[in-house]
C-alpha cells in the first residue's frame, strides 16, 4: 500500500471516530439500529438532550435532539432514539418526570398493552405529558391523600411551635428559630454561588458544542473529498483483487523451495570441491616431495634430462625416416643390388643432432 493510500485511510478513519463520538454525545449509537420518535410539549421542566428514555426503569433510549417547532414557536419538539428491539404502540405517553430533588429529569414511555399491528414505527409522533416532582415520587392515587396528611401534619407542628414559642419568650426556642434563620441565609449563599458555577460551566459546555457543530459542519463541507478518497480506496482495493496476490504468494513460495534445494545441490557440490582440492593438494605434495614417477620427473634433473634427449632423438628418427626411408629400409626387386644411400647436403635432421651435441657420419 502507497503512502498516499495509508493516509487516506488514516484520515478517513479519524474522520469516522469523530463524526461516531459526536453523535455518541449527543446520544446517538451508530452501531446499533434504533427508532426515531417525535413528540410535542409545552413545557420541558430543564429536559436536556442525552437524558435517557425508560420503559419500566428500564433505559431503552435518550433524547437525540430538542427544539423549537418551526410554525408555532410556543411548541417544543423532543427528538427520542429509541432501540428497534422495543416495540410501543402508537398511542404511547412519553411522560417527562422528575428523578430527585435536584432536578434530574428521565423520560418515561408509558402505556397499557404489548401491540401486534399497531405499533409506532420510526418518524412517528407520541403523546407527550409531563409530572411534577410530587406526581413523579408518589402514585396519583396516594398523591391527593399524602397531600392531606402532610397538611394536617404541617398544622398541627405549626400549632405547637406557637404554643411553644409563646410559652417560652427568649428562651431556647427563640435561639433555635434565630440559628435556623442564619441556616437558612448560608443555604440560600450556597444556592447563589452554586448557581454562578453552573452558569459558567454551562458557557464552556455551549462553548464546546458550538466547537463540535464547527467541526461537524467541516465535515460536511468536505462530504465530497471523502467521497473521493472512499472510492479511491475502493479502487486500489479492487486493483489489489485482480492483482491475484495469492497466486504470486504461491510462486514466491514455489521459488524459495527451489532456491532452497538449489543452496542444498551447491552445498553438496561445494563439498564434493573440498575433497578434490584436498585430494589435489595430497598429489601435489607427492609431487614436491618427490614420491611417485611425476614426481620423480619433476624433481629429478638427470631424468629430465635423459626423458628430454630420449624425446629429441625420437624426433631425430622419426623425421629422417620420413625424409630417407631407403636409408632404414633396402628392398631389391627381382634381385638387384639396391644402390649405396647418399646422404643428402641439407639433411633436416642435420640441426636436431647440433642440438643434442650428435655429428652424422658422412
Known amino acids: 500500500m502507497s503512502r498516499e493510500a495509508r493516509i487516506g485511510l488514516l484520515a478517513l478513519i479519524s474522520i469516522g471516530s469523530l463524526v461516531w463520538g459526536y453523535k455518541f454525545l449527543k446520544g446517538k449509537n451508530l452501531f446499533k439500529s434504533s427508532y426515531t420518535f417525535y413528540v410535542e410539549y409545552k413545557q420541558i421542566d430543564g429536559l436536556n438532550v442525552s437524558t435517557p428514555v425508560f420503559i419500566n426503569g428500564m433505559e431503552v433510549g435518550t433524547v437525540q435532539d430538542i427544539y423549537l417547532k418551526p410554525d408555532n414557536q410556543q411548541i417544543i419538539i423532543v427528538v427520542l432514539d429509541v432501540t428497534s428491539k422495543v416495540k410501543i404502540p402508537k398511542n404511547t405517553i412519553a411522560e417527562i418526570t422528575s428523578t430527585g430533588f435536584m432536578g434530574g429529569k428521565a423520560l418515561n414511555l408509558v402505556f397499557g398493552y404489548t401491540c401486534t399491528d399497531d405499533c409506532a414505527v420510526s418518524g412517528d409522533y407520541l403523546i407527550g405529558r409531563t409530572k411534577g416532582m410530587l406526581q413523579s415520587m408518589f402514585p396519583e392515587d396516594q398523591l391527593t391523600t399524602y397531600s392531606g396528611f402532610a397538611k394536617g401534619e404541617a398544622k398541627k407542628f405549626l400549632d405547637s411551635l406557637d404554643q411553644k414559642i409563646e410559652a417560652d419568650q427568649g428562651g431556647a426556642m ?71 496476490l495469492s497466486k504470486t504468494v504461491k510462486n514466491v513460495d514455489t521459488t524459495l523451495e527451489l532456491t532452497q534445494d538449489a543452496i542444498v545441490t551447491l552445498k553438496q557440490t ?89 655429428k652424422e657420419k658422412q
Request: positive net charge; charged residues 25%; proline residues 2%.
Open 174 to 244: 427563640v435561639h433555635t428559630l434565630h440559628d435556623a434563620r442564619v441556616t437558612a441565609l448560608q443555604a440560600k449563599l450556597m444556592t447563589t454561588s452554586l448557581n454562578s458555577l453552573t452558569q459558567a460551566t454551562t458557557k464552556s459546555i455551549e462553548g464546546t458544542i458550538k466547537n463540535l457543530e464547527s467541526i461537524t459542519q467541516n465535515i460536511k463541507s468536505s462530504n465530497d473529498k471523502i467521497a473521493a478518497l472512499i472510492k479511491n480506496t475502493e479502487a486500489i482495493t479492487a486493483d489489489l483483487n485482480k492483482a491475484q
Open 270 to 358: 561445494l563439498k564434493s570441491s573440498t575433497q578434490t582440492i584436498k585430494e589435489l593438494e595430497g598429489i601435489l605434495h607427492k609431487v614436491k616431495s618427490g614420491e611417485g614417477t611425476l614426481g620423480k620427473l619433476a624433481n629429478d634433473e638427470a631424468l629430465y634430462n635423459n626423458l628430454n634427449r630420449t624425446i629429441k632423438n625420437l624426433d631425430i628418427f622419426l623425421t629422417d625416416f620420413r625424409l630417407n626411408p631407403k636409408r632404414y629400409v633396402n628392398v631389391s626387386v627381382f634381385g638387384k643390388k639396391q644402390k649405396q644411400y647418399e646422404l643428402p647436403s641439407h639433411d633436416p635432421a642435420l640441426p636436431i643432432l647440433d642440438s643434442v651435441g650428435i
